[in-house]
């Protein structure tokens, strides 16, 4: 299946099954929230869902408000892969100006002040898209971002590394 099948794309957003996926995310075991998170990630990582089909504000509150949840429940459990992914869906997020504003005061404090050092210590392309985030959030504020810092591995800027639609399939 391609990523901008514009008709299971249109299904996902226009059903049920995306808020339900966002539920199961802040609520299910780990497995729930890995497949729930690429189904997800599936419709926020289409072209279609982004500039041509028009996600209302509630929807983006919706989605960031669980996505917040899953960062705090991760703090207390942490699971690098499932922080990989939600870091992932927060950088698409971004690429709609609402929710890019939006989180710029929203995004988790534990997203940008280290909590997940140890965690993301391992694994550099989800250091990268960490940095990426907060780099495109502070660039969207006007204000360049000082970096996720050493014990989270720094920035990657001018990495080589590929984002997150094509880590994330």
Sequence with gaps: MQVDDTEVVKFLLTSEVIPLCLRIMGTGRELSKTVCRSSFAFAVMSRHAILSYSLTCFWLLEAASILANVVIALTEQPSTR???HVICCYLRLTDDPRACTALQTHLPEALRNGTFGNCL???PAARHF???LLDKLASSAGAPHPGIGPAVGG??????QAGPSHAMM
């Design 82 to 84: 499932l922080l990989k």
């Design 121 to 123: 210590k391992d694994d």
């Design 155 to 160: 920035s990657h800027r001018g990495s080589s």
């Design 130 to 132: 960490l940095q990426q």
